[in-house]
């Protein structure tokens, strides 16, 4: 393949000429198809369908964070509207048994 891309640059062809090169040919060494797809591109290019695979990543990220955001919200929400606990009555006679308990225990 570097002997191709040699080829190719030295007979003066530009760099997008020699990937739509690769992308438009396809060769079989060992029964297996080298080139002749986007596969060999470390990334894929920015035109047309590919284009969703540079979007997903970005729109994923936006969505976790507006994700996590309303579950912040949510959980926040619901320790301000828990009903607070309304305090036992007292009972005075029950209050004076305690307190004479526990005066008996020193």
Known sequence: MREEVSEQATSGKTHE????YFIA?????GGRDVWGDHLFLISPDNTGFNRV?????YALGV??????????????????????????????AMNERLDDELRNLD
């Open 17 to 20: 000429q020699i990937i739509n």
């Open 53 to 57: 695979a540079w979007l997903f990543p």
């Open 25 to 29: 040919n396809k060769e079989q060494i």
């Open 63 to 92: 969505a976790g964070v507006f994700g996590v955001g309303f579950v912040a919200m949510r959980w926040s929400k619901r320790s301000h509207d828990a009903p607070q606990q309304e305090s036992v009555p007292q009972d005075a």
